[in-house]
Nanobody
């Protein structure tokens, strides 16, 4: 299992950014996918979750209405569209999948929201 997250970067408050996570080594369409984030000095927290077909999504209260998780099963990729970004969204963002009871994480990508 491999999860690769290109993207991330520096964005001004109020701006937008789209993260992607390319998956391989497992049947992507059969597994729900997660996005997490970890800010400096804080615990890693769940940001969003999406079911296998994308029919159901869940969000942290802090990101509802601003972030959108989606997936393209043909491309084995999950996305996180982030709008109206705030400085408190600054963190390393990770995608995650649980396959056969084992956790797999991407390497993480830094998102910095600052003017």
């Amino acid at each position: 299992v491999q999860l690769v997250e290109p993207g991330g970067g520096l964005v001004q408050p109020g701006g937008s950014l789209r993260l992607s996570c390319a998956a391989s080594g497992f049947t992507f369409s059969s597994y729900g996918m997660y996005w997490y984030r970890q800010a400096p000095g804080k615990e890693r927290e769940l940001v969003a979750y999406i079911t296998t077909t994308g029919g159901t999504t869940r969000y942290a209260d802090s990101t509802k209405g601003r972030f959108t998780i989606s997936r393209d099963n043909a491309k084995n990729t999950v996305y996180l569209q982030m709008n109206s970004l705030k400085p408190e969204d600054t963190a390393v963002y990770y995608c995650r999948v649980v396959v056969s009871g084992r956790d797999y994480w991407g390497q993480g990508t830094q998102v910095t929201v600052s003017s």
